[in-house]
């Protein structure tokens, strides 16, 4: 599979998605996020999180981190609810706590964070990608999950 196809989304593994990422131009991530696959994409991403979550690396880290996602067709942005405690990961699409580490950032940004194919500490430094709370939080995020590589 070569093309990013959003109806085929959920069939494709977290290795094949970030190939796809990877493989896909900007423009195009963009319009696809500005589709009606946004929410299937997001909402898959979201709900593949607790199954990559490694409580190993997390050791005593609790914390709640809101993703928020920019850009929506209506201008809005998505935020998802990211709860570690107790050696587990949750997922809601409906914050209901206060964040230590609130994340914001564009729907291309947010593609190649979770596919492994983006260097978020430069989206940080250029702007894309802005960390609100306990940066320390921002700058590990990625250790405690198994994300995968193109």
Known sequence: MTDFDPANFASVGPKEFAQLVKSTPDAKLAEIMQSDA?????NEVFGRMPALFRADRAGSTNAVIHWGITGRPDGGTDTYEVVIENGTCTVS?????????SLTMGPVEFLKIVSGSGNPVM????????????????????NLFDIPKA
């Open 123 to 142: 989206m940080f430094m250029s702007g894309k990608l802005k960390a609100k709370g306990d940066l320390g939080l921002a700058a590990n995020i990625a």
């Open 93 to 101: 699409e409906t914050p209901q706590r206060d964040p230590k580490l």
């Open 38 to 42: 946004r929410g299937k994409i997001l």
